[in-house]
């Protein structure tokens, strides 16, 4: 069973950045595609960045250009770069496999609230 350990988020100025980090343990994570996904108040929850386990990368329209997803197989971790926030961007921000998500497993995610 995977768990995964969200961290890095934070309370920032519009404009300004965030860098995410998430680690994983319990699964092969090399092989794993993994994803960074984010909930709003009143929302629903949405995928932002993914990235393949041989480096390929997607992003939602949404944060194109201003996001960018990576990964450290050594370190089991992913991280997600978050530039020139805007306060639409302000959510809980979870990681996750496509097996967590299709098992509806979460971990505690970590809050990322943007001030205009």
């Known amino acids: 069973q995977v768990q995964l350990v969200e961290s890095g988020g934070g309370l920032v100025q519009a404009g300004g950045s965030l860098r995410l980090s998430c680690v994983a343990s319990?699964?092969?994570?090399?092989?794993?595609?993994m994803g960074w996904y984010r909930q709003a108040p009143g929302k629903q929850r949405e995928l932002v960045a993914a990235i393949a386990s041989g480096g390929n990368t997607n992003y939602a329209d949404s944060v194109k250009g201003r996001f960018t997803i990576t990964r450290d197989n050594a370190k089991n971790t992913v991280y997600l770069q978050m530039n020139s926030l805007k306060p639409e961007d302000t959510a809980v921000y979870y990681c996750?496999?496509?097996?967590?998500?299709?098992?509806?497993?979460w971990g505690p995610g970590t809050q990322v609230t943007v001030s205009s």
């Open positions: 319990g699964g092969i994570f090399s092989m794993n595609d």
């Open positions: 996750a496999t496509p097996y967590t998500v299709a098992d509806d497993y």
